[in-house]
T-cell receptor, first 111, second 113 residues
Framework: DAKTTQPNSMESNEEEPVHLPCNHSTISGTDYIHWYRQLPSQGPEYVIHGLTSNVNNRMASLAIAEDRKSSTLILHRATLRDAAVYYCILRERNYGQNFVFGPGTRLSVLP | EPEVTQTPSHQVTQMGQEVILRCVPISNHLYFYWYRQILGQKVEFLVSFYNNEISEKSEIFDDQFSVERPDGSNFTLKIRSTKLEDSAMYFC???????????FGQGTRLTVV
């Protein structure tokens, strides 16, 4: 499985933007970049995913580097509810492959 | 909004007993998964299921584990003879087409005593 590297933890102030980085230098052309998050005592929750182009949805934006070796999840205005562990996961598009979770980035949001 | 539901939310069982964890995936989804998370550790893949058969499984998913989709709506994980180290949160997930996101349930906390 292609691997991702994320910082162990990050901190943000409430109502400020947060940029969560992910490195995936061994990504293949058929790997989708998925982001999930896990709030305390809950199951993982889908955030966003993309292949090559930047993506936006109601929760976040995903900025993908031109060479696809890195990506950034952007939360435009962090709220206290965004405090969670964020996982960047590569998933091969062709096989309905399982999601391989790493340790993720623990985001703390300060009031 | 459709969701994946899991029952029970918490199960306590004695070592050596069989347990069945139940999941109702989102109705039009095709791929089904079980994951587990030991307290304080990362989410680990157990097994994926497609077209009524296991499509992929991890080393954790040994002969003590089995999965079934008995009636077209439920998706179950059975542990035949539980061990203390099986204590964990177990998450069920489902996804539609191959390229789409997965939706996870809220989990079943299994405590083996």
């Amino acid at each position: 499985d292609a691997k991702t590297t994320q910082p162990n933890s990050m901190e943000s102030n409430e109502e400020e933007p947060v940029h969560l980085p992910c490195n995936h230098s061994t990504i293949s052309g058929t790997d989708y970049i998925h982001w999930y998050r896990q709030l305390p005592s809950q199951g993982p929750e889908y955030v966003i995913h993309g292949l090559t182009s930047n993506v936006n949805n109601r929760m976040a934006s995903l900025a993908i580097a031109e060479d696809r070796k890195s990506s950034t999840l952007i939360l435009h205005r962090a709220t206290l509810r965004d405090a969670a562990v964020y996982y960047c996961i590569l998933r091969e598009r062709n096989y309905g492959q399982n999601f391989v979770f790493g340790p993720g980035t623990r985001l703390s949001v300060l009031p | 909004e459709p969701e994946v539901t899991q029952t029970p939310s918490h199960q306590v069982t004695q070592m050596g007993q069989e347990v069945i964890l139940r999941c109702v995936p989102i109705s039009n989804h095709l791929y089904f998964y079980w994951y587990r998370q030991i307290l304080g550790q990362k989410v680990e893949f157990l097994v994926s299921f497609y077209n009524n058969e296991i499509s992929e499984k991890s080393e954790i998913f040994d002969d003590q584990f089995s999965v079934e989709r008995p009636d077209g709506s439920n998706f179950t994980l059975k542990i035949r003879s539980t061990k203390l180290e099986d204590s964990a949160m177990y998450f069920c997930a489902s996804s539609g087409l191959r390229d789409t996101e997965a939706f996870f349930g809220q989990g079943t906390r299994l405590t083996v005593v």
